[in-house]
Structure formats: C-alpha cells, structure tokens
C-alpha cells in the first residue's frame, strides 16, 4: 500500500494511491503574493525586482537557473528559466526565506 493521505474538506483522511492520476478539479492553482503591495508575482521580472529591493543578488552561474543569493545568510534560491515551470515547491522556498514578505495562495 503506497500513495499519499489526503484530507478531504469534510476532514476525512483517505489514501490516493495515485496522486498524479487524480484529475486536477479539486486543487487549485497557487500564487505567489508580495505581502507589502499585495501583489500577485506574474513574471520574473517583478519578481526578481522584489527580491533585489530585499537585498538578494542574481547569479548567473548556471544557465537553465535563474538564481539569486543574500550575502549576509547561505541562502540560495534556484528557480527554473522558464516561468511556466514555476511551481508552488519554488513559492514556498521563496516564503521561507523571506518570512513576512511574500506569501503562497490559492486563486
């Protein structure tokens, strides 16, 4: 028996044996939201421009990444070139670094 538990929104706990199967109506899509402006980030652009104002730097190591780091912690973001494949893991990578200026929605 493999899969993922799952809470139902009556809080009933159910297995999904095959969560990739499972058809996309009941999540919704995430955003991630500057909290200062309450602004949705749309782009890399007004992203990296949030981030830069919060005094990370970009890299440009790696060209398949868009990355940015802050000297004064180890923090690395690593983000994907394309913002389609900007997912909600790389959302929350981004709130946990930054606690109290962006934050991860459901739209």
Sequence with gaps: ???VWVFNNNGVLRLVENPGAESCSNSRRKVLVH???NEVITSYAVLE???LSLGWERYY???DLLQFHKRSTV???SLPKD???FKSMHMYDIVVKNR???EVRDM
Excluded: A
């Design 35 to 37: 909290l200062d402006s």
């Design 83 to 85: 913002f389609n494949r």
């Design 100 to 102: 109290n200026v962006f």
């Design 49 to 51: 421009r949030k981030l």
């Design 1 to 3: 028996m493999s899969g």
């Design 61 to 63: 190591d790696d060209p």
């Design 75 to 77: 923090h690395l973001i």
